[in-house]
């Protein structure tokens, strides 16, 4: 029976932890006006006939806090990097020099930080919701179980004891995205 208990805690305890990584990628997309080369992440580039990510046929860095720069490894690409950009829809305009595409991302304004600060409320909410559903599927293995009625107890309080230390986190992994996104 212990082993059967353990292995339910540690399958809900890996669960969890997937759903605090998503977090953090989703996070990681929601951008704090500071220009990083993980905003261009989602962006497609038709390359000879098929759809490649952006960093397999570029360089992506920054220059400097609101200049981001795309050097592809072929100049060819420039007009389908520029392309590529403007239908990731992510509100940058791309500009080529005929060298590389140069991207401008502008500051963010107060209204706009509110709504990225809620967006990532949303998104800490969904990681939440997923936890608690870890939760619910882990307390009715336990229950399927054929043990004593304290073993069970004990059990469901380790459970919501790993509940109680996720939602901590995720509350933690907001607080600092919030300051990060209210900064200006």
Known sequence: MKEEIDFILETVKEQMETAISHLVKEFSNIRAG???P??????????????????????VNTLDAHTITVQPWEKSLIPEIEKGIQLANLGFNPMNNGESVIINVPI????????LAKSAKN???????SIRNDRKDANNELKKLDISEDLLKNSELD??????????????????KEIEIMKV
């Open 108 to 115: 963010l304004t107060e209204e706009r930080r509110k709504d």
């Open 38 to 59: 993980s905003m261009l992440r989602s962006v497609m580039v038709d390359y000879y006939g098929s759809n490649t990510p952006l960093s397999q046929v570029a360089n």
């Open 123 to 129: 998104e800490g909410e969904h990681a939440k919701i």
């Open 159 to 176: 459970v919501q004891d790993l509940t109680d230390k996720f939602i901590k986190k995720i509350d933690d992994l907001y607080d600092v």
């Open 34 to 36: 500071k220009a990083s």
